[in-house]
Each structure stands twice: as C-alpha cells, then as structure tokens.
C-alpha cells in the first residue's frame, strides 16, 4: 500500500474496512513509525538479522568472560567465590532482565526496547572495560546482564512477529545462530588480547557490535502485533502493508494478530493451569529448560580456560583451545538447524542429550589420567564433541520446543516458566562450578553433569511430544489427551 492510500480498520467483527486514519492514529503512528515508508519482504530478513545482533552480544560475553577472567582474577586479587561472582553477577541482571522485561516491551514496544537494550549494552560494555574500582565493574556487568536478559525475551520476540509464517521458523533461529556466533568471536578475541593480558580490550569489545546493532534499529518498523496490542490496529496494517507481498495477506494477518489478542486478553496466570495440555507444555518447557543448563554447558563456556589450566595448559593455550570448543559450539549449530526438521526433535533432543551424558563422563574420566600431552588432547576433543553434540541438540531445542508445545492464547505468559528455569539455573550454577570443583574434583562436576543429562533424557523420553510436520492445534490436542 502506498503512503497516503485508504487504509484499512478492523471493526470490533474483525472485517477490515477502508476508511481515513483520525489525526489521533496518524500522530500514534508517526510516534512509533521511521521515516521511510517503503518496505518489502527484503526488510524483514535485515530486521531479523539486525535484531539478532542482540544474541551475538548474549553469546559473547558469555564466551568472553572465561578468557578474561583468567587476567581480572590476579589483577585484582579474586577469591574463588569472587572468579565465580565476576561470572554470577552478569547473570542475576540477566534474570532480573527476564523477569522484569516482559512489563518494559509491552509498555515501550519491540523496537524501541531493543534500542534501549543496545544504549545499555553499549554504555555498560565500555564502562566494564574502562571503570578501575570493581565494584563499579560489578555494577557494569550487573547493567550488562540487564539487557543480556532482556534481549534473550525481545528478540525472539521482534522477530517472530515481524516474520511472515512461512520463514518465521528460520528468521527466529537466527537467534540462536548468532549465540553461537557471539560465542565463537569471543574465542577468538580472547586468544587476540591474552598475549597483552588485554582483558579490558576482550569486554570493550562488545560495544561494536552493540553500536551496529543500535543504528540499525533506527530505520526498521515496530512490530505490527504490538501496535494492534495498543490500539493501534491501522499503523499495524499499514506495517504489514509495506513488509507483506500482497494487500490480502497484510488483510489477513491483521485479522489474525486481532483475534490472537482477543484469545490472550482472556488469559490469566491462574488459567494457565486449567488446561492438562497447557500444564504438561509447561512442564516439558521447564524440564528442556533444566536440561539444557543442568547438562553444563554455561559451566563450561563460562570457565573452560580456567579448566584447561588446571590440567597443566598455559593462558594462551587454553584460550586457543578454547577457539576450537566454540568453532564446534557455531559449526554444530548450524548442522543442528538443518536437522530439526529432519530428523525430528525427540530423536535430536533425547539421542543429542545421552551422547552429551556419555563425552561428561569421558572427560571426568580424563582428569582421573595423569595429565600428559596426550591426555590434554583428549580432554580438548571430548569438551568439543560435548560442545558440539549440546549445541546440535539441546542447544538449539530450548527455544524450540517451548515455542511448539504452548498454544498461541497462552505462550506469552506460559513460556515465562521456561525462560526463568534457564536463567536462574545458569546464575546457581555460575556460583557453584570453582567450589564444587574444590571440594568434588573435575571429575565429580562433569560426572554430576552427567547423571542430570540422563536423567534429563529419560523425563524427555516419557512426556516430550514429536513436534515435527505438525500443527500447534495437533500438538495442543495430543498433550491434553496425553499422547507423544
């Protein structure tokens, strides 16, 4: 639809009818609306992908901090518990990041919360790298969580709703690509900077891409599902109008997006629970949830250099080792959303989980060996098939199934669950890997690693429908009668 054409209204019966936008709804859209008003499907794509840098930010300072923590740690004298609260106290702003996020874009809208997330981002990665006093770094990172957490809600979120349906799948596991992509750059940088011990280089560093992301943000449309939420319905159309290939299928999805509302608004917590399908999708959310950080992968993206040291590596060796766990981290990605859809989740999910389960067991087992150059080898490659098989399996299924497994009139509130189970993990975890390694050795941690992700596989096995090839209604409909 061209600017300044009728446009449509959706009526309180849901038909779309022609008539002039009030003054009110022209000034409510030019509020929220860029300048241009030329879009097409091209948009959407650049949309998704400048969304996404939001992960890649989530990626690299989770990967980032192991190398770093290697030269903050004699800088400035830490204690165990102070290493894992360096790590911990990004993720506590993660989780009130979470929590706290979902009132934030609701009230401000999609694109203008990613923004304030980049203005965040931007400002706390350059005060993490330049403030000298470690409380006030502490503070920095706290701020840094903040927007982690709530770009881990809201760009998911952006993109689903900006996507059309027939790309939606893969434009929000962009998502999930630049994690791992975020992950693999900060190998890489880390093992740049640790000849100049450039721990403050390797944070700084995230305000790149955190600039990038922010200017790119300024150009795109709001979300068309969050405009109808506020009453907006006809800039809502007048987005679709312009990122839609036809007039009928912008017509169409308007209607859509108006009766979904409808459906949500008579939704309250309290009713989530009502439904037997509703409460087994949030079990299965949580319980892929606790698998996926229960399994150790954070642990160990979080404090894998400081692993490899223990077992007789040198900084520069086992930041570039490292590289290779998350070049296998990107690489099985990548792989893994290629299979989804081929294999099907429960064979990935449950079958990915017990080889995850089988290489913890391996590596504990390496660190029972007197360490050697052949056992350091071994111990890199079992951490890269652990890496590798995670991100292949439950790495990219997290997002996945708890999207699938809830009907649209609930996911909003139901996927909440799920979402704070893997935050507030990560954030237990993060505090406890040094002190259990003390009192447990390595080998008990990936071993205790171990028996979660069997026991993960083996709940996985007996409630985790097969999602593949079929609708949310056949879905909904199998949980509530109970079958797979």
């Given at each position: ?28 859209e ?8 030329t ?12 969304a ?33 609260a ?16 979902g ?5 401000l ?5 990613l ?23 502490y ?25 059309p ?45 955190a600039?990038?992301m ?43 997006i ?51 040291k ?10 570039l ?28 999910l449950i ?31 079992g951490?890269?098939?652990?890496e ?9 299924a997290?997002?996945?199934?708890n ?8 996911r909003?509130?139901?996927q909440s ?56 209604e ?11």
């Amino acid at each position: 639809m061209r600017a300044g054409s009728p446009r449509g209204h959706l009526h309180d019966d849901g038909v779309i009818g022609e008539h002039r936008m009030s003054t009110q709804t022209q000034q409510s859209e030019a509020a929220v609306q860029p300048v241009s008003s030329t879009y097409r499907g091209g948009i959407v794509v650049w949309a998704s992908i400048v969304a996404a840098l939001g992960g890649l930010l989530f990626g690299y300072d989770t990967g980032i901090v192991s190398a770093a923590l290697l030269y903050v740690t004699p800088e400035y004298h830490l204690s165990e518990f102070g290493q894992q609260a360096f790590v911990a106290v990004l993720l506590a702003g993660a989780v009130v990041g979470v929590i706290g996020g979902g009132p934030v874009v609701d009230r401000l809208g999609r694109r203008r919360t990613l923004i304030t997330v980049a203005v965040i981002y931007l400002v706390a990665a350059l005060g993490s790298s330049l403030l000298g006093w470690l409380p006030l770094i502490y503070a920095a990172r706290f701020f840094l969580g903040l927007s982690v957490g709530a770009s881990s809600l809201v760009v998911p979120m952006y993109i689903a709703e900006i996507a059309p349906a027939r790309i939606r799948g893969r434009l929000v596991s962009f998502n999930q690509l630049f994690v791992a992509l975020g992950i693999f750059v900060s190998y890489l940088v880390g093992y740049a900077f640790a000849p100049m011990h450039g721990w403050r280089w390797m944070i700084g560093l995230a305000a790149v891409p955190a600039a990038i992301m922010l200017v790119g943000l300024l150009p795109l449309p709001e979300s068309p599902r969050w405009l109808a939420a506020t009453q907006r319905v006809d800039a809502a159309r007048t987005v679709l109008g312009r990122i839609r290939r036809t007039e009928v299928e912008a017509d169409t999805e308007t209607n859509e997006i108006s009766l979904s509302l409808r459906q949500e608004k008579a939704v309250r917590f309290r009713d989530l629970f009502a439904s037997r399908g509703v409460r087994r999708g949030i079990v299965i959310g949580v319980v892929v949830a606790a698998t996926n950080q229960l399994a150790g992968v954070n642990a160990i993206l979080y404090y894998a250099p400081t692993m490899l040291k223990q077992a007789g590596f040198g900084d520069s060796s086992a930041i570039l080792s490292s590289v290779g766990i998350g070049g296998a981290f990107l690489l099985f990605t990548l792989i893994g959303l290629l299979l989804v859809d081929v294999l099907g989740r429960r064979p990935l999910l449950i079958g990915g989980t017990i080889i995850v389960a089988v290489a913890l067991s391996a590596i504990g087992a390496l660190y029972l060996v007197p360490q050697s150059t052949t056992t350091g080898g071994l111990l890199v490659v079992g951490l890269i098939v652990y890496e590798g098989v995670f991100a292949a399996s439950l790495g990219i299924a997290i997002w996945l199934v708890n999207s699938e497994v809830l009907p649209n009139r609930v996911r909003g509130k139901a996927q909440s669950f799920g979402t704070v189970t893997h935050w507030g993990l990560d954030l237990v975890i993060s505090l406890v890997v040094l002190t259990v390694i003390s009192s447990l050795s390595a080998t008990g941690l990936f071993w205790a690693f171990a028996v979660f992700a069997i026991a993960g596989a083996i709940v996985m096995w007996r409630i985790l429908p097969e999602t593949k090839g079929r609708t949310l209604e056949e879905i909904e409909t199998s949980l509530e009668h109970g079958a797979r």
